[in-house]
């Protein structure tokens, strides 16, 4: 099986191909099916987390598979002990069949992605680096929503675009698959340079910029022809940027009005917040209108993972 620690590490094509996997599926959302039966899916989180985990547990469940789950190994696990990860990983991958990890710091997991043998190792948030899964599952929420990802016009947003790694799977998915993506943010919190150079040396021709320091009124202007904002929570705790991430926060406000407004002239601004931690990105009033995607997104991830777990297991 193969290996999915970066959005990158799919072709297009694979990436079409399990959209419409995860669309056959989605038929069997609430049922059981013992596609793989004695297979061992292992959850190894270092984080904590409600989706990512639990969506994982409830895939691999549906396809027939068995779940074991280390939600704590920092006291669980013989890392309390001073085991290392590369140690930990090398032992736990001979008891499974797929190994899902998340994890605060990506270069040590880049690092233990080595020590994995044959084992396939799924990336559920690897610091600020990326989680390719969110960007999956909101990547197949858009394709459901219109049919294609290519020539969608994508906003993706963030006071923090350093540690806000859904938003880095997210901005290449979407420049590698054809949409015009800009990715807004204060110039001192861009976007790492590698997330755009990755898909321009790739993708020449992928539509990908950034857009720099708004207030209110020139952000809500910016969002008004886009068809989709991309929020993405930051998992990570702010740490030492929360002042700042604070004080910027009502620069780069979705206002209600300003979907609204579009939807009045029949545009609509979908806007997708990933969750979990909202910390004043936008009007909570969006979550009850048609806008929202973040909700319609949450079927959709057991969707996207089973179809993953399934393309991976075989
Ligand atoms: N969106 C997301 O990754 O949520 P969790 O941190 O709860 O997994």
Known sequence: GQSFISINSMTNDQLLALFELAKKLELMNRDRFDLFPGAVETL????????????????MLRLGGNVIVENSPKTTSSIAKE??????????AQYSNVLVLRHPNDVEAREAAKYVGDTPLINGGW??????????????TLYRKFGHIDGLKVTVASTDMIEARTGHSMAQGLAR???????????????????????????PNAKIEEVFDFNRKSFNEFIS???????PGCSAVAGENAEQFKKSMDDYFVDHA?????????????????????????D??????????????????????????ASILG
């Open 44 to 59: 190894l989180f270092f984080q904590p987390s409600t989706r990512t985990r639990m969506s994982f547990q409830t895939a």
């Open 127 to 140: 610091g600020h680096w990326e989680h390719p899964t969110q960007a999956l599952l909101d990547l197949y």
């Open 83 to 92: 085991e290392s990860l590369n140690d930990m990983i090398r032992c736990v």
């Open 177 to 203: 698959l054809g949409a015009e993506v800009t990715i807004a943010s204060p110039k001192a919190r861009r976007v790492p340079s590698e997330v755009i150079e990755n898909i321009r040396s790739s993708y």
């Open 284 to 309: 909570l009033a969006i979550d009850d209108t048609p806008n929202q995607l973040a909700f319609e997104a949450i079927l959709h991830s057991v969707s996207i993972r089973m179809a993953l777990l």
């Open 258 to 282: 300003t979907l609204d407004a579009a939807r009045e002239k029949g545009h609509m601004i979908y806007v997708t917040h990933t969750l979990p931690r909202r910390a004043g990105e936008m």
């Open 225 to 231: 022809d886009k068809d989709e904002v991309y929020l």
